[in-house]
């Protein structure tokens, strides 16, 4: 399967800070797609991104698409308790079912 | 609309035992797929679908056998269970690129 490396592993972070993480491959991808996953849980998807240079925003969460089509960002701003979880970046190779791989996941925590 | 459905939500199995694994969709999506989710690890895709009546293999489908006779529901079986099969297994849905998924079945083999 393809190499998805996302990074960082793990951040601990203050209330109310700002959080960035990105996800990079060798690979062209299509499609980028990002999903958070709580304990228990399976993956919530958050942003899906379809156009090299796309910024996009869901609330608080703002991706964007690489120039490049090899990589990926996920910015959350003033971060509140509720965004504690896995955050997964996604890259779609080509259309077609056998094509998403994910990345290992950014660990997030944020101290009250 | 419930989205992805999975049940059990949690399983111990004795080694060499089986089991099946079910799901269902109601958003008449036409891709399904079967993930495996190790400690630390990303998802690994076992099984997929982009049909009723058609199934394909992913990246790692030995010990597992799906099925997909409706458009609602993937099971996916394990025969002989064997302990390297302990995971969080996910199965998830699509139309086109954004695949939704099931909050998961934790399965333990011993």
């Known amino acids: 399967g393809q190499q998805l490396n996302q990074s960082p592993q793990s951040m601990f972070i203050q209330e109310g800070e700002d959080v960035s993480m990105n996800c990079t491959s060798s690979?062209?991808?299509?499609?980028w797609l990002w999903y958070k996953q709580d304990p228990g849980e399976g993956p919530v998807l958050l942003i899906a991104?379809?156009?090299?240079?796309e910024l996009t925003s869901n609330g608080r969460l703002t991706a964007q698409f690489g120039i490049t089509r090899k990589d990926s960002f996920l910015n959350i701003s003033a971060s509140i308790p509720s965004d504690v979880g896995i955050y997964f970046c996604a890259g779609q190779l080509r259309t077609g079912a056998n094509n998403l791989f994910f990345g290992t996941g950014t660990r997030l925590t944020v101290i009250p | 609309n419930a989205g992805v459905t999975q049940t059990p939500k949690f399983r111990i199995l004795k080694i060499g035992q089986s089991m099946t694994l079910q799901c269902t969709q109601d958003?008449?999506?036409?891709?399904m797929y079967w993930y495996r989710q190790d400690p630390g690890m990303g998802l690994k895709l076992i099984y997929y679908s982009v049909g009723a009546g058609i199934t394909d293999k992913g990246e790692v489908p030995n010990g597992y056998n799906v099925s997909r006779s409706t458009t609602e529901d993937f099971p996916l079986r394990l025969e002989l269970a064997a302990p390297s099969q302990t995971s969080v297994y996910f199965c998830a849905s699509s139309q086109w690129d954004e695949q939704y998924f099931g909050p998961g079945t934790r399965l333990t083999v011993t």
């Open positions: 690979s062209i991808f299509n499609t």
């Open positions: 958003m008449n999506h036409n891709y």
């Open positions: 991104l379809y156009k090299a240079g």
